[in-house]
């Protein structure tokens, strides 16, 4: 069970904000070592600053994601799943993914609430972008319903059928169970992706 700041931890957006929700609990005394893991995790998906200062930090996390949602057509391609797979692994090895699965099952879990946080971030900014919900040079709405099944498209081609057309099942596993998850959350009683 989270603590007040910790939940509130995982449902911030803005990375300067989350990390000082992160230093109020470690201040606190709560949950030492999940909160040392938590730092680690903050620090490696943070770790570049974005375009326009050094306080703006650009989230790993969107990055990969975003390196899935280019590359979710790769298994198409003559050559796009090995392109895919190095491009996407490179991501994942600059966050230390890997690290943090292999270290134990606490490190395991709170990465994959990381992945959690990023998945549902991706469908609050797709729900609050104008581009994403309009069409015809971003003139004309699409209902409710169709940004719906636009969004489940979107997220089943990258985070479920982009892992099995470039054989990352594996590695991007955590992925696509914290994809699946947040889906069924957003939208309860609707299916399953």
Known sequence: MDTPTIAQYYREQDPMKRLELLNQSI????EPEANEIRKELWECRYSDSQVGGKDMKADGYLALWMAMEFNRGA????FGPKGAKKEITKQLEKLKFQEFRKKGQLEEELLY??????????????ATDRSYNTTFCGIISISKDKAKKKLQRDIYETAIALPEAVGMEEELGIITRAAREMYD????GEGSL
Do not use: S, W
Not at 185 to 188: D, E, M
């Open 113 to 126: 609430r990381e992945c959690c946080h990023m998945v549902r971030l991706y469908m609050e900014l797709c």
């Open 75 to 78: 298994g198409n391609k003559l």
């Open 27 to 30: 201040e606190a005394g709560e």
């Open 185 to 188: 959350l957003q939208f309860p």
